[in-house]
């Protein structure tokens, strides 16, 4: 979620006659709702906060196959094979011609 959206939000009301940049600032929730169903909760706001129109939500695509790999981040996943791939390099070197 953009913290920095509802940040700049806050910021706006607080001082209405200066002018603020956004500042997107995104955070990942300490419990990422694997596997997302229709219905789960992205966010809850107090009762009279009003709509924050550019507030935005960012999602992983994961990779789910149990026993190996459960709701884990397709990109993340992906640079921890390209990097052992890569540390393996150097011990096979000295065998090519």
Known sequence: ?????????????TFPDMAIPPMPFFMKPADN????????????DLPYAKP???????????????????????VEMQQAMIDSVNSLIPIFEPFMA
């Open 1 to 13: 979620m953009d913290i920095g959206a509802y940040a700049l939000e806050s910021f706006k009301r």
């Open 33 to 44: 709702l694997f596997p997302l169903k229709a219905g789960d909760e992205l966010f809850s």
């Open 52 to 74: 924050i129109p550019n507030l935005q939500f960012k999602f992983d695509i994961v990779i789910h196959e149990p026993g190996i790999a459960e709701g884990e981040p397709l």
